[in-house]
């Protein structure tokens, strides 16, 4: 049985002397942990604005693109539900009655493949979000930066694609107490690039801040990484938004990413090591046979078949500083194949339930009249089907069994 465990994530309203206008900043770097496993209710404040991760995202301390952690959103297997189901959700709301003044700022990391059309980085919504203007969404539209209103949304963005696996830094600029989408302005990488286009009006008076996922949920799952995100209640200007730009430039970390696809697995099975690091290091390998990885690129991923329990060490040379980080997969021993039932279906056939496979290893299903003998190679067993188990539960059925007694094994195939 897997054993699951909670994490508390951390991270506030951080005071900023000289940024009295910023109402909220999300850097996901303080952490509390207790486990491996994050849910909707597993969170607790360290000041006034903290939020909560829904089933497909994770507050992770082993990637960033600053500071010490990030938002990592995988839109992993679970339905597309309204609440904190997806995406991370604040839990104070932000007023935008009186003005639609506001800046929202964030560092996002875009996968080239996106599993939804319409993933959105950031989304307030007032009231149930139906009348026009009701809903602000900042997402993505064929890789393309675009912002949605309720009831009418932005042209796509002339800019480049985000959607290429690397760190972006995104603002949006709403400047006037009363704006349309044609008022808006959006800069990346610190540059104005220009004005979004439309004549909706914005009326989201008092919202939830939703990271990760539209507060309309249906088919908007991000997949990537957010960090850093900030909400003011004034319009930054070309300098400041450039100066957010040039902070994460200048303290882009010598690491960014060191961990695994599966921090558990069971014996036999493979996980994928990945890493991303900056472009200025001269060197970065990682032990246990591994080598050197910057020689596959600043990022990527390596498969690792460990037998037990390993502990994973990065080590990055970046000028005079050295930096490593490490990465544990724990590996459990694998459970003996069991037949659990074994019937007749009604139609002639025999179907036998195998459990405690291993998802992606390549099995045998074998049948013989001498239980002594399952060599279908040189002995006289059948090769009834062999398969690459696609779960640890799988049903197999011998369509034609013999007449009189048949004995079926599953066993493993030998790397």
Known sequence: MRKTTAIAIIFGLLQCRGHADLIAHYNFDSVTESGGVFTSDEVTSAGTNFATAGIRSQFIQSCRRLGTGSLLLENRAGSDTAGIVDGALSNNTFNWSASDVRTIAFWMKAAVTQTDAQPTM?????????????????????????????????TATSAASLNDNNWHHVAVVVPLATSTLANVKYYIDGQLIGNFSGTASINTATSQLRMGDSLHDNNRDFTGSLDDVRVYNEALGDAAVLALYNDGVANLPAVLCFRGSSATIVAG?????????????????????IGDVLALGTQGSVSVSPTVTTTYILTVQRGAEQVLQEFTIVVNPALPLAITSAVFNGTGGFVVTVANLIPGRDYEFVRTGDPGDFDHATGTAVLLQPFVAAAETLVLTDPNPPDGKAFYRVQAVQP
């Open 122 to 154: 950031v989304s307030f919504r007032s009231a149930a979000g139906t009348a026009n203007g009701q809903r602000f969404d900042v997402r993505l539209d064929a890789g393309k930066l675009r912002v949605e209103l309720q009831g009418g949304g932005s």
């Open 269 to 289: 099975q493979s996980a994928n090591i990945l890493w991303e690091v900056d472009p200025a290091a001269s060197s970065a390998s990682v032990d246990n046979g």
